[in-house]
């Protein structure tokens, strides 16, 4: 997989606004999401990250929510969504960024003793590959 500049898509639904940065980095798929994950946004994060995936016959996705103001518990499921699509085809999602706000609710949810989550992308990356992938 190439290496691609950031590229950007907002979404404004109704007021709730998602930005999707996204790039590859080594043999990672990298989404950098500002905003909102909520009902009104999810169908077009999880559209994208399909597609992307796709694209670039990706099987290891970051997703990057340190720019996240709020999600709810559409965006906690899309997120479980993605993970699960992923697994199943031998990939690998993790999570970087999560705030405190963020966590605690990915801590009730269960997300946190299931998904890999790191500070940021340069430790994800580095963790990862250290670990053989595993």
């Not at 990298?30 to 909102?36: C, Q, V």
């Amino acid at each position: 997989m190439q290496n691609i500049k950031n590229e950007k898509e907002i979404y404004n639904k109704g007021g709730n606004i998602l930005n999707i940065n996204y790039a590859c980095k080594d043999d990672f798929l990298i989404f950098r999401l500002y905003g909102e994950l909520d009902m009104k946004t999810v169908p077009n994060f999880k559209e994208k990250i399909k597609k992307l995936r796709k694209e670039k016959k990706a099987n290891k996705v970051i997703i990057n929510l340190s720019k996240i103001k709020f999600i709810d518990s559409t965006g906690v499921g899309a997120i479980l969504g993605r993970y699960r699509t992923i697994t199943e085809n031998k990939g690998q999602l993790i999570l970087v960024g999560v705030n405190k706000r963020v966590n605690k609710i990915f801590d009730l949810s269960g997300i946190t003793g299931l998904i890999p989550i790191y500070e940021n992308e340069k430790k994800a990356i580095i963790e990862y590959t250290d670990k053989g992938g595993k």
